[in-house]
């Protein structure tokens, strides 16, 4: 069983947004348009944060690309009351829309604030686009970043149906598929040869918000 | 029941009166609650529609009225059912009429509570899920656990302290036999046997639901004080400081309910009893100031960047209005009108309700005096208030304690009961600064959170106090509020 990590690697990313767009598409996820966004009803699963250090002319901008962090000692699965979000044994944080009841308990209980919730019906301009391996969400429910799950799965399957292990690099989410700096890497970090085994070891790897506990599988390379 | 029954019961048993007495002001009273409840199933329809939209809840602010006010309500339950457990084991023989009164508070509010969980929950029709799904890792379904044994005993409990009454109706209100037999589930029995076993049971009911309550309200608490994710509520004094609301804002909520029942439904209530449970009020308000100051000095003193950022926001920034409002108005300001100190020592309070208020309006910009410095380490914001704010502050804070406190008035048992209704008012405030805080403050780099509640959610909001506010006036036509005099 693969134990699935990601890398970020700061020093590579251009803040271009791709995969915030990439990670959109993939996984159905709606446009809220700009006023609702300026209410506050974005969905996004993969989101670039910006800071601004000091002020014109001597500023510094940093850009921080900010999936789920699919913790290993996750808050969120910890304060579910019906289980709708649990800790899969192969690594990533995955989320019931069948079962989950709306509370927003976990998205409060979430330091990252990776969570989405679906405040109206998920509308498209077409559902011709739509991508048939992932559901879309209904009202009501909260929704997060799945590691690209269903490519996942589907890599596995197809590595089992030709009876062969599963190559690294072989299953890519959509950010990393996207990415122009090739910032991010995704893999097993069960395989100490992975790269993003390698990467992990790596001395500008650090956690987000390392001093809560929480145990991300998302590393991330500080800028050098 | 004809008009004779009523002249003749009135006449008497003079305590039944509330029960069959219904004035013109009753049914004006009954059809504008009855109007709110309607303008807010209309409201509900809209949201069960199209979903949380219609409410200013956001990212990052998650939750807004709807769980405040669920916290609110699970508090003044419980404080309740402190007051009625107090009632029936302090064996005070005075405050016994009191018991039944604060017990049907508790349940009611219990129920609202629950209305608040049902209204906030995206997928309401998937509440079974708490159920066949419970995952007991999490708080909220503890919360779900504890709130139905409260349920039962706090039913229990409101059973056993009515049943001998309502036996006595069924014999002095015929035309209403049915009813008042139903609500005893047929056990009439009102030998000195059976009615000495019912105070038993009373008893041990009423000392099982002491950590009941406790539990209860604890376990809102920790809802969110367990959070690591939330600096401003992840704190182990949230639990204590929620139980002390609890009982401050349980107790207040009871004299409101006695003050209210004995003006305007007509139900008998001894002004004694009212004058010494202001009595008891007043000593409890400085413990829960006690804990506000315990909590906020902790956070100041240390001056963390990340709690700091939300007491900020809480004390001087959006929020500031709602906890001067809770600190001046709902806690100093009953203090006053209970104790009802002589007038040049209620001046000399009013200073300290002045300094503070004008604190507010510079937003500490030159008020630190010297020898505090060091203990404000965070650099506060910067606000000069104009002439007219000067006066408003120095009107709210001295022209208005001083006449409250000279107005002869307010000496009555109406006083007590403002005086209550600011603490019941104040510890909503208290609540709205416990839970909206925190929420607009994240850990990473997003930009800054805010929330206002919509039409809906207001409408939502005041329709569910209505629920509450009608469920009392109809069970004050039932059950006689305090207990029947023997005979």
């Given amino acids: 069983m693969p134990r699935w990590g990601m890398i970020i690697d700061l020093d590579r990313c251009t803040a271009c947004q791709a995969c915030t767009v990439a990670c959109k598409e993939e996984n159905n996820q709606p446009v809220a348009g700009r006023e609702r966004s300026q209410r506050g009803r974005d969905i996004f699963w993969m989101h670039v944060l910006l800071t601004v250090d000091g002020e014109y002319p001597r500023v510094r901008a940093r850009f921080l690309p900010r999936p789920c962090q699919h913790c290993d000692a996750p808050p969120c699965v910890q304060v579910c009351p019906v289980g709708a979000t649990t800790k899969r044994v192969d690594g990533p944080v995955a989320q019931n829309d069948e079962r989950c009841i709306g509370c927003r308990y976990c998205m409060v209980a979430c330091p990252y604030g990776v969570r989405a919730f679906n405040w109206k019906a998920p509308a498209f301009e077409t559902t011709q686009y739509l991508n048939p391996d992932v559901p879309v969400r209904p009202v009501g429910v909260v929704e997060k970043c799945t590691f690209c799950i269903h490519r996942i799965e589907k890599a596995v399957e197809r590595a089992k149906a030709e009876g062969r292990a599963l190559r690294d690099g072989e299953v890519q989410t959509a950010c990393m598929q996207t990415c122009t700096g090739g910032a991010i890497v995704f893999g097993d970090l069960d395989d100490p040869n992975s790269r993003v085994s390698r990467l992990t070891r790596d001395r500008r790897a650090f956690h987000l918000l390392e001093e809560l506990a929480t145990h991300p599988r998302v590393t991330y390379l500080a800028e050098g | ?487």
Avoid at chain 2, 49 to 64: D, I
Avoid at chain 2, 408 to 425: F, N
Wanted: hydrophobic share 55%; glycine share 8%.
């Fill in chain 2, 1 to 487: 029941m004809n008009r004779a029954d009523v002249m003749r019961i009135e006449r008497e048993h003079p305590d039944l009166r509330s029960l069959v007495r219904a004035g013109g002001l009753y049914y004006l009273i009954l059809a504008g609650l009855l109007a709110v409840v309607g303008y807010g199933i209309y409201a509900y329809s809209q949201q069960w529609r199209e979903g949380l939209e219609v409410t200013g809840m956001n990212t990052p602010v998650y939750w807004g009225l709807y769980i405040v006010n669920f916290v609110f309500f699970v508090g003044l339950s419980a404080g309740g059912i402190l007051v009625a457990a107090l009632a029936h084991t302090a064996g005070l023989e005075k405050f016994k009429p009191i018991g039944r009164i604060a017990e049907l508070g508790a349940i009611s509010c219990l129920i609202l509570a629950a209305i608040f969980i049902m209204l906030d929950l995206g997928r309401p029709e998937r509440w079974f899920h708490l159920i066949f799904y419970a995952r007991f890792a999490s708080p909220l379904a503890w919360d779900f656990v504890i709130v139905g044994i409260y349920l039962a005993i706090a039913m229990a409990l409101g059973y056993f302290s009515t049943r001998a009454d309502l036996v006595r109706c069924m014999a002095l209100l015929p035309s209403r036999r049915g009813l008042y037999r139903f609500l005893t589930l047929g056990y009439t029995d009102t030998s000195p046997a059976a009615l000495e076993r019912d105070r038993r049971v009373l008893r041990a009911l009423a000392i099982a639901s002491i950590p009941a309550a406790v539990m209860l309200h604890s376990v809102t608490a920790w809802i969110l004080g367990l959070l690591k994710a939330r600096p401003g509520w992840h704190s182990a004094l949230l639990a204590p400081l929620f139980i002390v609301s609890a009982s401050v804002s349980g107790l207040a909520m009871v004299i409101v309910a006695l003050v209210v029942s004995r003006r305007f439904l007509g139900v008998r209530v001894k002004e004694e009893v009212i004058q010494d449970l202001g009595r008891i009020l007043v000593f409890t308000i400085p413990v829960l100031g006690y804990f506000l100051f315990a909590e906020l000095l902790t956070v100041v003193y240390a001056g963390e960047q990340a709690p700091m950022t939300v007491f900020q926001e809480m004390m001087f920034g959006r929020y500031a209005p709602i906890f001067w409002f809770n600190v001046l108005l709902g806690l100093l300001l009953p203090v006053l009108l209970l104790w009802r100190p002589r007038r040049w020592v209620a001046l000399a309070l009013a200073i300290p309700l002045f300094v503070a208020a004008s604190l507010v309006a510079q937003h500490f910009r030159l008020a630190i005096p010297t020898p505090l410095v060091g203990l404000f380490p965070y650099t506060l914001g910067v606000f000069l208030p104009s002439w007219m704010e000067y006066t408003l502050i120095a009107l709210l804070a001295v022209v208005v304690p001083f006449f409250l406190l000279t107005t002869p008035w307010l000496r009555t048992t109406d006083g007590i009961g403002v005086a209550a209704a600011l603490v019941v008012l104040g510890v909503l405030a208290e609540r709205t600064n416990i839970v909206l805080p925190p929420l607009l403050k994240t850990w990473l780099p997003y930009p800054p959170g805010s929330y206002m509640p919509t039409s809906t959610e207001v409408v939502l909001v005041l329709a569910t106090y209505a629920v509450g506010a009608l469920a009392f006036v109809i069970l004050a036509k039932v059950f006689p509020l305090v207990e029947l005099e023997e005979g």
